[in-house]
């Protein structure tokens, strides 16, 4: 099933939370909403569950309007951050708690429900773990317990709250590659929210990059890397440093140096900025008349296989990262204090905007 919003707008008071959003999901796609905290995310999604109210707009189900629909009859299965188990029922009462509240014209028998809930928990691989409660599960366990007792009634769509926020680094990355691997069986629409780049840019078929209410950007995780539509895209899927210059006739100017940039083949000299990522700064020995950004590095961390060296500008701009392959650095001979010279192998250059 499909899932469509139109042109949804929502405010808290003076905080606009939702600002005129359109987006469309298809059936079988996992999208990822992400963007910074503030940003509407965690509200659009309520909306599309029926547990918000839009001021304006609609939510489509299947090109059926349901924005005034009850929640309890949209049939949407939500996944909270923090579980939201019932500490005194079983794990096998939890998953079927959906299931006996139904109306009972539509609730299954008590056969039925031992039959669903037994395939639903060895759907998530916990199915040895029926009769335990949920304070003597693991963090990854009881989320794995919270997305069975949303699969209980048959969501036509999937929606998942921050679903990893609550676990540390090693498990977040074992449940994320477990939940693609769900989806794909389960072949629903699902949208889940995080804050997390690489999270989204894994999991994801396509991303939603939200910021202050609106929707920036929405493509596959290879199209917002290869082609951020603005700055705020880039910057916020990783570490950037911006130079200041100008463009004219395609080639963006500053700091003495020169950088293509086709996608502004103005004949007339309009300011840019040059977006560059750590690992596509080179780093010389310091000459006073080279071309580039004069730098000192104030801190240096080895990371792996290659050393970030954190610099700060002599112009007074905001300071950059480089970051190195081992083997350049121990040739540079790089210590802290080092005068050196920073120079963008390539950029995502974007027009100044007022």
Known sequence: MSIEVKNLSRR???????????????????????GPSGCGKTTLLRI???????????????????????????????????????????????VAFGLRVKPRTERPSEAQIREKVQSLLELVQLDWLADRYPSQLSGGQRQRIALARALAVEPRVLLLDEPFGALDAKV??????????????????????????????EVSDRVVLMNAGRIEQVGSPTELRESPASPFVFSFLGDAAALEGH???GLWHGHGLTL?????????????????????????????????????VSHINHVGHSVLLELERQDDARPMEASLPIQIFEE????????????????????NRT
Do not use: C
């Open 260 to 296: 293509p940039a086709a996608d502004l083949n103005h004949n007339r000299t309009v300011a840019a900025t040059a977006w560059v990522r750590p690992h596509d700064i080179e780093i010389l020995p310091w000459q006073s008349d080279a071309p580039g950004i004069p730098v000192k």
């Open 48 to 94: 599309i569950a029926g547990l918000e109210t839009a001021d304006s707009g609609q939510v489509l189900f299947n090109g059926e309007d349901t924005t005034y629909v009850d929640v309890r009859r949209r049939q949407v299965g939500f996944v909270f951050q923090h579980y939201a188990l019932f500490r005194h029922m079983s794990v096998f009462e939890n």
């Open 172 to 201: 977040r990355k074992e449940l994320r590659r477990w939940l693609r691997r769900l989806h794909d069986d389960l072949h629903i629409a699902s949208i889940f929210v995080t804050h997390d780049q690489e999270e989204a840019l």
């Open 247 to 249: 463009v004219k006739d």
């Open 332 to 351: 540079l001979r790089v210590a802290e204090g080092a005068a050196l010279v920073a120079r963008p192998r390539r950029a995502h250059i974007f027009e």
């Open 12 to 34: 808290f008071g003076q905080f606009r939370a939702l600002d005129d959003v359109s987006l469309r999901i298809d059936t079988g796609e996992l999208v990822g909403l992400l």
